[in-house]
């Protein structure tokens, strides 16, 4: 079956322009996380979705950084006016809930992105 | 809050070698454990699990116990194969109410095996 897919694979923008990330989750999964992994480092929690709503946005960095989920599907990751720390690869994980037997995240390809 | 450490790599062994990779956390209450691996030009996936104290997690070869009292995962495999090559990523979901679900990663252990 399909697993989760994210859109554009790579991304390269100018300093101060806003990108959109995209991210497809397997169908029927409720839970949809997105997280941010920097060159050399591990993956840092960005925000978690339960449906349409975002009860943990803790790991978002800043404000120029937001995102919105389509009832138990499509979830797009925006960051407005880029900067250069925002260079990392984006990964988006769904599970069919956030514990218990269905707490297991599987993991889109990410979307690269490089800003200049 | 929560945290997890992770034995620095890059870790280079050749076929047939024992693995281990250390992995110690800090978290409140009981978290779930996880290792996650990604092989290259793949996406990340799920290795293999625990979810309680003394809880062994086992998948290709690898094998990995909850160990409450180290607060310690370490990540075990008697014989390592080339294509074992990939980077792990040591990971832990929180027990307590507000964690929902989001998952704490180590920084990643390269491990390269050689022929």
């Known amino acids: 079956g399909a697993g989760v897919s994210q859109s554009p694979s790579n991304k390269v923008t100018e300093k101060g322009k806003d990108v959109e990330l995209r991210c497809d989750p397997i169908s029927g999964h409720t839970a949809l996380y997105w997280y941010r992994q920097r060159l050399g480092q591990g993956l840092e929690f960005l925000i978690y979705f339960q449906g349409n709503s975002a009860p943990d946005k803790s790991g978002l960095p800043s404000d120029r950084f937001s995102a919105e989920r389509t009832g138990e599907s499509v979830s797009t990751l925006t960051i407005q006016r880029t900067q250069q720390e925002d260079s990392a690869v984006y990964l988006c994980?769904?599970?069919?809930?956030?514990?218990?037997?269905?707490?297991?995240?599987?993991f889109g390809p990410g979307t690269r992105l490089l800003v200049l | 809050g929560d945290s997890v450490t992770q034995m620095e790599g890059p870790v280079t062994l050749s076929e047939e070698a024992f693995l281990t990779i250390n992995c110690t956390y800090t978290a409140t209450g009981y978290p779930s454990l996880f290792w996650y691996v990604q092989y290259p030009g793949e996406g990340l996936q799920l290795l293999l699990k625990?979810?309680?104290?003394?809880d062994k997690g086992s998948n290709k070869g690898f094998e990995a116990t909850y160990r409450k009292e180290t607060t310690s995962f370490h990540l075990e495999k008697g014989s390592v194969q080339v294509s074992d090559s990939a980077v792990y990523f040591c990971a832990l979901r929180g027990a307590g109410g507000t964690s929902y679900g989001k998952l704490t990663f180590g920084q990643g252990t390269i491990l390269t095996v050689h022929p």
């Open positions: 994980a769904s599970s069919l809930g956030p514990s218990g037997v269905r707490e297991t995240q599987y």
């Open positions: 625990a979810t309680k104290a003394d």
